[in-house]
């Protein structure tokens, strides 16, 4: 049976229930939660989910693991078609901290098939069999990086989601220590303390994830490194390369491959 709505699952029947869903070009889902941990897979579109902590992208083909309770935000970019599984927290516990990770062609069809389940079933049932399967093989998926770490400093936040909103911006230090009505060196100390690196190494780890997001939806490298504040493509290519262990061009065609592979 698939559901279309989280409000219809019958979470007291079964620990995994899911459903498909669709969000059109610019969808915005205010900041929620949910009581069970969310495994959500993006077929089509992309994504952007944002936490308290954590601003994450997810493209086509990969997963999101949200632990049971974490308040998120949800944008789009272009339509989205998505697969839901909601699992109690019971079964499984990567942490209290969400993951974005690749997927096989095995495991996006194993929640396919989780979707079309008659509930409810045995544990030993073959459903039972196939949803702990699943579960095994989310262990074995490898994470990706592809997110930003977010200040707690509301003043620090709303630097960086101007940043976020324009990844080309080339602002100093001294210009945005002012936004956020901070001297130079408070600013420089508190947005280490709070994010783990300097504000040069953030944006540019904010530009590398919002390239990936670019080139998963085909657009080209060199719109991709003028896009997000690079002066040519060579120099974008570089610090690509040095991040990731692959030139974007190179990205951009298994990426081609990916979806291919998917289609098929």
């Not at 949200?66 to 078609?81: D, E, L, N």
């Not at 420089?188 to 504000?199: E, P």
Request: aromatic share 8%.
């Amino acid at each position: 049976m698939i559901f279309k709505r989280s409000a219809d699952l019958p979470f007291s029947v079964q620990p995994v229930v899911g459903l498909e869903d669709r969000y059109p070009s610019g969808f915005n889902d205010p900041l929620h939660a949910h009581e069970q941990c969310q495994l959500a897979l993006t077929l089509s579109g992309m994504m952007t989910v944002m936490t308290a902590e954590t601003s994450f992208i997810l493209p086509p083909f990969r997963a999101m693991w949200i632990p049971a309770s974490t308040h998120h935000q949800v944008t789009t970019r272009g339509a989205v078609v998505f697969n839901t599984l909601y699992i109690d927290k019971s079964l499984r516990a990567w942490g209290n901290h969400c993951r974005v990770f690749d997927t096989t062609p095995l495991v996006r069809a194993l929640i396919g098939e989780i979707l079309h389940f008659r509930l409810p079933y045995a544990p030993d049932s073959r459903e039972g069999r196939l949803t702990a399967l699943l579960l095994d093989e989310l262990d074995r998926m490898p994470d990706l990086n592809l997110q930003v770490t977010m200040p707690s400093d509301p003043r620090l936040a709303r630097v960086c989601r101007t940043i976020l909103s324009d990844p080309s911006d080339t602002c100093d230090l001294d210009h945005w220590s002012r936004e956020a009505a901070m001297g130079r060196r408070t600013f420089t100390r508190l947005f280490r303390q709070q994010t783990g690196m300097g504000l040069a190494a953030w944006r540019q780890q904010a530009r590398m994830v919002e390239a990936i997001a670019m080139l998963e939806q085909g657009i080209s490298v060199t719109e991709v490194a003028y896009s997000v504040g690079y002066d040519s493509p060579s120099a974008f290519s570089a610090v690509f390369r040095r991040i990731f262990g692959a030139a974007p061009s190179a990205y951009a065609a298994n990426r081609a491959v990916h979806t291919a592979s998917t289609i098929i």
